[in-house]
């Protein structure tokens, strides 16, 4: 069992930046994969980034890929998402994510039903 809570998300300019956090609790967090989700209004939840239960490999979506940054920290329990240059069309829901299990070596749990546990969502708004 996974418990997780999002926190960090407002209201920004476009061309600014945001730190999302998310607090896990639960002894299998450090063994399974972590993921950030969104979901923009009228539209369907979509993959941002993953990180692997290591942290020593991340995978993003072509959309936030060299201005968003996914990290954690095993120890505190914890997963960020560090956003810069944000754009309008960067407004969302963010979730956070647990994944059922670890992606196979080489592999990334990007899809929806890779994960199991999520967050309840913090909101982001990009002005533009």
């Known amino acids: 069992q996974v418990q997780l809570v999002e926190s960090g998300g407002g209201l920004v300019q476009a061309g600014g930046s945001l730190r999302l956090h998310c607090a896990a609790s639960g002894r299998t967090f450090s063994s399974v994969d972590m993921g950030w989700f969104r979901q923009a209004p009228g539209k369907e939840r979509e993959f941002v980034a993953t990180?692997?239960?290591?942290?020593?490999?991340?995978f993003y979506s072509d959309a936030v890929k060299g201005r968003f940054t996914i990290s954690r920290d095993n120890i505190k329990g914890t997963v960020s998402l560090q956003m810069n240059s944000l754009k309008p069309e960067d407004t969302a829901v963010y979730y956070c994510?647990?994944?059922?299990?670890?992606?196979?070596?080489?592999?990334?749990?990007?899809?929806?039903?890779?994960?199991?546990?999520w967050g309840q969502g913090t909101q982001v708004i990009v002005s533009s």
């Open positions: 990180i692997i239960w290591s942290g020593r490999s991340t």
């Open positions: 994510a647990a994944a059922r299990r670890t992606a196979a070596p080489g592999g990334f749990s990007y899809r929806n039903h890779d994960y199991n546990y």
